[in-house]
C-alpha cells in the first residue's frame, strides 16, 4: 500500500522533516509553525525567520512511499539529511544545492505558492 508524505527541508542546517499525509491537509499555518519552531534552534532575527520559514514552506513536496517505508522517515523531529531514509531522488524536486549562508536571506528571492 503507498502512503504520502510531505517533505520540508531546511535551508540553513539542510535537516530534513516529513508530516504524515497529503500536501492540501496541511494549512500554510500549520507548516509555517512546523518551521519556525524548528528556525528558532538558528537564532535568527525576526526577518530572516520569517523569509526561512517561508521558504521552508513554499518548497515542500509531497512524496509517495510504501507504507513499510513509512517509519524510517523523519516524522517525530527534523534531522540531519544524510543521517535518516529519504526514498531515492525525493530531493530532486527539492533545492538540493548547499545550504546558503545566513547573510544571503536578505538577498534571496522568495516565491511563494499559493497551494492550501
Do not use: F
Not at 530572516?48 to 522517515?73: F, T
Amino acid at each position: 500500500m503507498m502512503q504520502k508524505a510531505v517533505l520540508l527541508r531546511c535551508p540553513i542546517c539542510d535537516s530534513v522533516r516529513t508530516l504524515e499525509g497529503e500536501r492540501n491537509r496541511y494549512a500554510k499555518n500549520d507548516l509555517y509553525k512546523t518551521a519556525k519552531n524548528h528556525l528558532a534552534s538558528h537564532n535568527l532575527d525576526e526577518t530572516k525567520s520569517a523569509i526561512r520559514k517561508c521558504e521552508i514552506v513554499s518548497d515542500a513536496v509531497e512524496i509517495v512511499i510504501y507504507s513499510e517505508d513509512h517509519d524510517p522517515l523523519p516524522n517525530k523531529e527534523w534531522k540531519q539529511r544524510n543521517a535518516t531514509w529519504l526514498p531515492e531522488n525525493v530531493l530532486d524536486r527539492v533545492d538540493t544545492s548547499n545550504p546558503s549562508p545566513e547573510s544571503s536571506a536578505d538577498t534571496t528571492p522568495i516565491q511563494l505558492h499559493n497551494e492550501d
